[in-house]
């Protein structure tokens, strides 16, 4: 029996008595999300590790802007490549690894499948890296790092010289 939009609770049920809508109807979920764009929390994980990576880039870019002009940044979850001899884990040296783990490699500039050119990318493998990084600080030193390696490694420098730029 319901009265003006009120049911009085079954016999036996305690709480308050279930509404006639739900909020995640026919399985489709939330229809608006849970948080606004204004809070800090909106960000995702890979939104905030995207600008982790940015802030890490952006002293080597300052000092080394005219040679890596046709070099792109990449982000991707998870590496998935194997090393070249699984027996004793070598990587080649435009992977920057942590033992069996990638953690970034460099693609050197060519031609794709449709005789197009390609630019040189570095890509950064998100989860390898956030694992390695207990705060925030740690997670832009070792972007930093890798990136140290992976410049250098695209310029056929050393990577101290890529910290120091040049003189």
Known sequence: MRFDGFRPPRAGRTGPARSARRRERRGRGLRTPLLPPSVPAWRSKSDEFDAVAIEAFAEIDARWHDELAGLDIAV??????????????????????DGAIPLARLIPAGVDVHGQPTRAKIILFRRPLESRARRDTELIELIHEVLVQQVATHLGVDEDTIDRGLD
């Open 76 to 97: 991707d979850e998870i590496p998935r490549m194997l090393p070249r001899d699984p027996e004793t884990i070598q990587w080649p040296d435009e992977v920057t690894a």
